[in-house]
């Protein structure tokens, strides 16, 4: 196996970084639905669906965000790894390490190391 490029060490601080976003809206969603709807100063009906929307996209993303670390390189862990920083690109905040992170992540030797033939498409 070829040696770990240092974009793959950059990525893993982005889906760390982007899961921890994930966890602390999460986190809000769940707080939100153990407030009383009074101290909040809303509705009881629009308190359940601000609640259910942070969490219903919340946690997806943030098992999402968690997937690479739970596998070892393969090729399609490389198309996935598009995938999330593509996601990262939904938010300007996020593109200053979206942009290089993606530029490095189509490179030959980042490719290689997940197994892929960076010349070939495959």
């Known amino acids: 196996m070829n040696p770990k490029p240092k974009a793959v060490f950059w990525y893993q601080i982005y889906c760390g970084t982007l899961a921890a976003v994930y966890l602390v809206v999460a986190a809000a969603g769940a707080v939100l639905l153990a407030l009383p709807a009074a101290s909040l100063e809303m509705q009881e009906a629009e308190k359940f669906i601000t609640a259910g929307i942070c969490l219903a996209v919340s946690l997806p993303l943030l098992a999402a965000s968690l997937l690479p670390f739970c596998f070892h390189p393969r090729p399609w862990l490389w198309v996935y790894g598009i995938v999330l920083i593509a996601v990262g690109f939904t938010s300007c905040c996020f593109w200053p390490i979206c942009i290089p992170l993606l530029v490095y992540w189509l490179k030959p030797d980042v490719q ?11």
Do not use: D, K, W
């Open 112 to 122: 290689g190391y997940f197994g892929r033939n960076a010349g070939t498409g495959g």
